[in-house]
């Protein structure tokens, strides 16, 4: 049982809050997957890189960002047949807090600071970042969501970098995964709605996929 201080009840309020002002006007937008996407992920990465790896690198986890974001979410799933085209990435690093110039970094390169995100175990432990490019807008507001995961969420990005891999891999429950969001699609239009009413189909995907990295 999680048993939240004061502070950071109020953290995890003001990102809530943060997330509700960009996303209350989001409207949900489901599309087919497409190799464009993997092309899309590669050009944010060389992008960030260029502004990040030189100066941070000593910090990445060596296993899970050696060079980088990591490609997680819907979008990274090979041939899934509904996602909502806003990119999820993640940069694990090693540190106990984050690095205050290591922030304003990734706010150099165009990551509005949320807050702490609702997957934090303490509040301390898991950030949250948003982009979206002004040139995009147009395009239904396709941009990244970048996560920054410090030790005690490290597990978290394993079983989410392991949770793409096997829908990828397992077509039955990837065709049920979409199922589901194109029937949630048909009564919601908000993306917040959207997100909430998966979450009962995610944690029992999420332990097939535990299940199925064991026999790798």
């Not at 309020?13 to 509700?20: A, K, S």
């Not at 979410?73 to 806003?86: D, Q, R």
């Not at 199922?179 to 997100?195: C, D, F, G, M, Q």
Request: charged share 25%.
């Amino acid at each position: 049982m999680i048993i939240w201080t004061l502070y950071e009840r109020r953290s995890l309020f003001q990102t809530f809050i943060n997330l509700h002002k960009i996303q209350k006007d989001d409207k949900l937008i489901l599309k087919p997957w497409t190799p464009k996407w993997k092309e899309e992920f590669e050009k944010e990465k060389s992008r960030l890189n260029e502004i990040i790896l030189s100066k941070w690198k000593h910090i990445f986890h060596k296993e899970l960002s050696p060079d980088g974001i990591v490609h997680i979410g819907s979008t990274s799933i090979e041939k899934i047949a509904l996602a909502k085209p806003m990119h999820d990435v993640a940069i694990a690093i090693t540190t106990k807090y984050l690095p205050e110039n290591f922030r304003e970094d990734l706010e150099k390169a165009g990551y509005k600071y949320v807050g702490a995100a609702p997957h934090s175990i303490s509040c301390q432990d898991h950030w949250f970042f948003n982009i979206i490019p002004k040139n995009q807008i147009d395009s239904n507001g396709y941009g990244f969501d970048l996560h920054v995961v410090l030790p005690p969420s490290h597990q978290w990005l394993r079983d989410t970098i392991h949770f793409s891999q096997y829908l990828t891999e397992n077509q039955i429950d990837r065709d049920r995964y979409a199922s589901l969001k194109s029937e949630i699609a048909k009564t919601e239009t908000s993306t917040l709605s959207y997100a909430r009413k998966k979450q009962k189909l995610i944690h029992i995907l999420f332990e097939n996929s535990r299940q199925w990295t064991k026999t790798k």
